[in-house]
């Protein structure tokens, strides 16, 4: 499903709204730290992407963080070459697609990144730190607690996804980008 593109104007309101934890995670990490490290930039930037927001507006959102840790030349230099590059505007050129959900749990962040699954890669304390502050109520929190316990991160996803919206999602989560458009879906309806 295509969505008009959105606006750096909405994208606060819009991140807490209809953004998948993983998602809101780094959000919130770069709007705190003014940095994301590789991984982070890529599984971000991807989905913003994909979520509809154009090139130029990707440029202006991340060098209003970056600029704030590193200066604005050096994220001119450094920064903005792979940021065009993911819009297929570098290099091969690319139009490169916004990871998955099975990719994102498989992927194995290190000390100080913050990509990844959340289901799969916060500890339990955080993790159910981070569904109180969606506003998962405390019997959905132990439902998805559960699930995590399983292995089964994306169910617990579907869970979360459920209980913030509170409506269902038969067909279940599959991926970040799908996350944000069922969400949308109902914020609008
Ligand atoms: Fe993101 Fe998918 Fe994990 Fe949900 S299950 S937090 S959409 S990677």
């Known amino acids: 499903k295509e969505f ?13 709204s209809s953004f998948p934890m993983c998602m809101r995670h780094l959000f919130e990490k770069l709007r705190e730290e003014h940095h994301l490290k590789h991984g982070g930039r890529m599984q971000l930037g991807l989905f913003l992407k994909g979520v ?19 200066g604005a030349e050096r994220f001119d230099k450094e920064y903005s070459y792979s940021i065009r590059h993911n819009y297929g505007r570098e290099g091969k050129r690319t139009d490169y697609t916004p990871y998955s959900c099975q990719k994102i749990i498989s992927s194995t962040p290190g000390v100080g990144d913050h990509h990844g699954c959340p289901y799969r890669h916060f500890s339990e304390e955080n993790l159910t730190a981070a ?17 995590v316990r399983n292995k089964h991160y994306q169910l617990a996803c579907t869970l979360t996804f459920e209980a913030v919206h509170g409506s269902s999602c038969d067909s279940g989560i599959n991926h970040p980008n799908q996350y944000f458009s069922d969400s949308q879906i109902i914020m609008k309806s």
């Open 131 to 147: 569904l109180s502050r969606m506003g998962v109520n405390s019997r959905a929190v132990g439902d998805v607690m559960n699930k």
């Open 4 to 16: 008009a593109e959105i606006s750096l104007r909405d994208i606060d309101d819009i991140a807490k």
């Open 52 to 70: 509809g927001l154009k090139l130029d507006d990707a440029l202006a959102f991340w060098k209003a963080e970056f600029s704030r840790k590193v």
